[in-house]
């Protein structure tokens, strides 16, 4: 069974920034595709951002504020998040694919097997 656990989350003032990590716990194949999803109460989960196939995705809410990145070597997913908002208090959530997930399927629920269990994110 895999998963995933995130790290990064806290409470930060509106501009600031934070950085997330997800990693398996223990040992396991590569991931072909990572991504972070959000969810605030009240609303459905939704796609942040995405990472497989040397592509990126981002919703269109964290352009130019958000960057993914993947360690390949230690399977590992980041999302450097600056000029942070109180929009964005979230839970966030790490996901990832053994198979390549691209288009719209990148930033969706439904693109991911694996799930970690969430960091809180919130802006003040």
């Known amino acids: 069974h895999v998963q995933l656990v995130e790290s990064g989350g806290g409470s930060v003032q509106a501009g600031g920034s934070l950085r997330l990590s997800c990693a398996p716990s223990?040992?396991?194949?590569?991931?072909?595709?990572m991504g972070w999803f959000r969810q605030a109460p009240g609303r459905e989960r939704e796609g942040v951002a995405g990472?497989?196939?040397?592509?990126?995705y981002y919703a269109d809410s964290v352009k130019g504020r958000f960057t993914v990145s993947q360690d390949k070597a230690n399977n590992t997913v980041y999302l450097q998040m600056s000029s942070l908002k109180p929009e964005d208090t979230a839970m966030y959530y790490c996901?990832?694919?053994?198979?390549?997930?691209?288009?719209?399927?990148?930033?969706?629920?439904?693109?991911?097997?694996?799930w970690g269990q969430g960091t809180q994110v919130t802006v003040s």
């Open positions: 223990r040992y396991t194949y590569g991931f072909a595709s």
């Open positions: 996901a990832a694919n053994f198979g390549l997930v691209g288009g719209a399927w990148a930033l969706s629920v439904l693109g991911y097997a694996y």
């Open positions: 990472i497989g196939g040397a592509r990126t």
